[in-house]
């Protein structure tokens, strides 16, 4: 029985004509074989968690993989762990800028991801692609997402297993050397071996992949 | 009434000669007028949580701010949240090195601080110290030993406030620019600014200081 | 009357498998069309200027670009002056490290580059891959040859154009993370719109990007 | 014979209140004991060699140190080489913004630092003061007033030492974290371990301090 996935990604943001996580997932969509569904959340506190909820209602996915931009970094990013506040350093596309505000009223202080991160940045760097695991996903609508996915999988469907991703800028937001940048062919390529190893990884491998500090 | 404080800092890890953050609290002791305690911690997974209770034990303090070394970071970094993992990439200096494995077994996946951060980092930056709050002390000793502070107030000494802050690297580790530094001198007023500032905030301000990703 | 081009690239150095800089000139070579001559320099002071000058004598070409590995970097960057200094912080492939020793005694202390590099970066920039002006080669071998290329083209072939570019690390040199990287397919398409662009532009333009420091 | 020394800072720029190499250089002359005379250079391309000049007549020093403010840096970084160009990404202090014009019509590509900076850096980490050497002064009013004051030597006052240091924030200008500091004590010990290692050392130790690129 094939599992059915479903991958999101977000519209722009901070002023930017695009987002590489959203151009990724659409490359993605168009070169995977089986049942994958794509939805492009708004870059918004509040109207992203519901757009995800109902995507998930709609195509009932084994699978949920959300993935956002994180300028600035050069390696493909699985998430470890969301953390319970949203703290917007600059307004989302809303205008909205909450400061020290939990995601959810008394949801637990973080839940990690349920996706086999270490696995995934394995097969990756196997592939050639540079990955690492990422300790913190922030504070802004990407944490936000990625809190009220692993909310929703705790509350209302303890059978799905998801988790979120972090990707650098495509290289055509950097041209001037703003920062580090990686292909859309190859976060793409990545997405799908991030599924895949999911697909088949149910319990994560042992692989030093921490942080001092 | 004059409230009791108990500051730490680590023995120096990874091949080096010192670490900052037990020489700042070195300092701040000479100078810190009123009931200071300090104790210094082994970087050693496991063995930390106990030294560090029985000093709770002991000097029953009401106030705990555990310091840390996070090298490569150039501002004093209040952290806002400990997760509940262990990844060390590197090993500690009894030889441990566990990958993956809970702080707490069953303990909840994350605390938050109970230290007023963002006060902190504005009076930090008040008095022209470079301050963030960071939202990942990494997942090594110092993590650990953070969430172990934060279990040990969650279920035994409800009433104490406490927390973690990481500070770079002192100059005289890098002379040879493996990272940026700041003055021990520095770090030791830095530690003075926020002992007086959580002590006198029982509520946090709201100031946006979150991440994007 | 169609123009005759030199590329060449380095062999690895530093204990590495592969050098994009040879990876990427290999990939122009497939696609160029027009007389392009490519030559495999040696990472090794000394050596690699006689192999650049066999090949400027065997070809005879119209333009000469030297290409570079720069880890760490994350832009494709031409280089505008080379300075007569070696100065090796790790030794070369073949045990050299010498220390503040000119490249060529009684040279001059620079030569700028012969390169439009300021319409290279706008064409670079306008074709969606990063790219900025460096003002530095470094002190090591590409530094090395990039002066031996100016000294040679001063003193023996005045109507000769060239320069050198550096490139990023190759994504499957960094897949733990260690620096930033671009494909060697967009450095290929990179390095063939800067010949274009010196083929095209016999007078630089003027356009800023130079450094604060 | 004691010898007489000139030292000079710059202005602010950028919008910015104070630069670190004015304070440090203020400092500086508070401690040094022996004949040392002080010049704060305006951030104006054009003026400010002059005034440098100017005080050469006046003060006839043995040995000149100038020194800027290099954001970003986080060691004390003596310069190498001067290069010929003025290439502005921002506007100096007087509104003048030049791209690629010479700093000295005719004169030589670069010219190589009087200072004994390898000793210097070696001197400097002794003391604990991180320090590196660096290649490049960038293409702003620092780089010109380098170049500027090389010329002189080169052209009017053969015996005259001098040369260039770049220096990193004071912790002031960035407490928000913009970047990586060092105190103004920490850069003006610095400053004078540079002007006694200078006047004490007349032929550089051979010491690698070199860049890859």
Known sequence: MTSTVLVTGFEPFDGRDLNPSWE?????????????????????????????QTAIEVYAPDLVVCVGQAGGRHTITPER?????????????????????????????????????????AELRSAGIPATVSQSAGTFVC???????MHLIATRYPGLRGGFVHVPYAPEQVVDGTGPS????????????MLRTSLSTPVDVLLSDGALS
């Open 24 to 52: 990724a997932v659409v490359r993605l969509a168009e070169t995977w074989s089986g049942p994958l569904h794509t939805a492009r959340l708004p870059c918004v506190f509040g109207a992203a968690i519901p757009t995800l």
């Open 81 to 121: 762990v969301a953390i319970n506040v949203d703290d917007a350093r600059i307004p989302d596309n809303a205008g909205n800028q909450p400061v020290d505000v939990p995601v959810v009223a008394d949801g637990p202080a973080a839940y990690f991801t349920r996706l086999p991160v270490k696995a995934c940045v």
């Open 143 to 149: 944490n936000h997402v990625f809190y009220g996915l």
């Open 182 to 193: 990686m292909s859309i062919d190859m976060i793409s390529r990545g997405l799908a071996i």
